[in-house]
């Protein structure tokens, strides 16, 4: 057995290569695959394991907003003054308003090409209207906006299902810590870093849960839409499918090149994650492992604390593309005229209640149907026809929602130098090697066989 100075010499010992099967990626797409099989083959049977998803997704929540909290409130106090702070959150927001309106042009863009709904009013009109959710339940406007912003009291904000709130009372708290004395900044901030990792033990269990929460979803999804709604909207959900890659790999590759990153490696760093939110089809069951994952490449606490929440809740690109798509789609299947003036207004709609929405799977629908009551001239029931394959149009927007939230911390990490360069290009090279090293690192730690971490008020950056 190596001594402690050895350690120190000689680096961490080698981490046993753990074999295919037991990474929790692999679980993922094994749990996906079985879904699909029994979907297909025992519909009946299938339909009755929604519960397991829902489940798991319901775990994920209960930790998604405490962790919000405190990594909003640990990445406010990492600045060490507000006016830092304030700098990168206007810089986001600009960010996420420009990526967000894109998203929304693209879609209306792709919609009109597509001709998508043309042909499919027999469809539409034959549609169950009791089958949709709700449209009161997502009234939208600027004063309900505002007014769903705000709770209306502080442990409101947590069992209100309203992510946005959480991020408000967090930036409140987070600025009001600021004006406290040093001293006691300091012994708050500690309080606040073991309860955040306490939170994140309490997720890392229920990720352990991963694969078969996506068994159970992805199994509901086929065995409940793989009839004839499916085959009816295929075309629409490929088109859609279509969209979302062009706006991944072209805009945001744009966005990346630009920046000087690899959108493929950016990927690849976090395809665990990615591949978890295709299966539960769910932005929030990969937070936890974001939130962490972004802080080890390099990305320092505060961007990392103030960009990922705050996207979650303002930059929701595939939500845009979702609802742009699929409005055009209610207002051509029910043959509804909608010219350049009209997709105008309802673009200006949709940049007002494409914010906020719930990042679970099911909150873009509902935001979808608050949108197509809004415009005031396109009818609610006929958002029914696309709820049948709804499911496997938001493993999609989920999956653009997450990752266009990586890729908005990396460039703006960089743009605003809250970023060690050196080591996210380590971390972008060999995703692999670099989190067994890191992890290596941190499980000697306690021994003191490795440098501590960088202070939480002096982030590390390269200017």
Request: net charge neutral; proline share 5%.
């Amino acid at each position: 057995m190596r001594s402690p100075q050895q350690l120190v010499d000689d680096g961490p010992p080698p981490t046993a290569h753990k074999p295919w099967y037991r990474g929790l990626m692999a679980q993922v797409v094994i749990a996906m695959a079985l879904g699909v099989a029994v979907g297909f083959a025992f519909p009946g049977f299938a339909a009755d394991l929604k519960i397991i998803g829902d489940l798991f997704l319901a775990l994920v929540k209960a930790g998604v907003a405490p962790l919000v909290f405190f990594t909003v409130v640990m990445g406010i106090a990492s600045a060490g003054d507000l006016k830092k702070a304030s700098r990168l959150g206007l810089v986001a927001l600009i960010y996420f308003e420009v990526v967000s309106t894109a998203a929304l042009l693209l879609g209306l863009v792709a919609a009109n090409l597509f001709g998508v709904g043309k042909g499919a009013g027999d469809l539409a009109t034959g549609a169950d209207a009791s089958q949709a959710p709700p449209a009161g339940e997502g009234e939208h406007g600027v004063t309900a906006f505002l007014r769903d912003i705000v709770p209306d009291n502080f442990v409101g904000a947590f069992s209100s299902g309203q992510l946005l709130q959480v991020v408000v009372v967090a930036v409140l708290f987070g600025v009001g810590l600021l004006s406290l004395k040093p001293h006691i900044q300091d012994r708050i901030n500690s309080g606040l870093d073991v309860v955040s990792e306490a939170f994140f033990g309490f997720v890392n269990v229920v990720m352990k849960l991963a694969p078969i929460g996506a068994f159970g979803a992805i199994a509901y999804s086929v065995g409940t839409s793989g009839g004839t709604m499916l085959l009816a909207l295929t075309e629409l959900v490929l088109q859609y499918w279509l969209v979302v890659a062009v706006f991944v790999f072209g805009v945001l590759g744009l966005v990346c090149l630009i920046a000087g990153f690899n959108i493929w490696r950016i990927l690849a760093y976090v395809r665990v994650e990615m591949t978890l939110v295709l299966g539960t089809a769910s932005s929030e069951a990969a937070l936890p492992g974001l939130l962490k994952k972004l802080t080890r490449a390099g990305c320092s606490k505060q961007s990392v604390g103030l960009i990922v929440p705050t996207g979650y809740a303002f930059n929701l690109d595939g939500t845009s593309l979702y609802m742009s798509i699929c409005t055009l789609f209610v207002a051509n299947a029910y043959g509804i005229p909608m010219g350049i003036p009209e997709q105008l207004g309802l673009l200006l709609i949709m940049l007002l209640t494409s914010k906020g929405a719930a990042t679970v799977s099911g909150g873009t629908f509902v935001v979808f149907a608050s949108t197509v009551a809004a415009t005031g001239n396109l009818p609610i029931e006929g958002t029914a026809v696309l709820f049948g394959v709804y499911r496997f149009m938001s493993m999609a927007t989920a999956f653009c929602n997450t990752f266009g939230n990586v890729v908005a911390t990396f460039v703006l990490a960089k743009w605003c130098k809250e970023m060690d360069v050196h080591k996210v290009r380590r971390a972008l090279a060999d995703p692999d090697a670099f989190l067994a090293e890191s992890e290596s690192e941190s499980e000697s730690e306690p021994d003191g066989t490795t440098l501590p971490a960088p202070s939480r008020t002096s982030p590390t950056t390269v200017r």
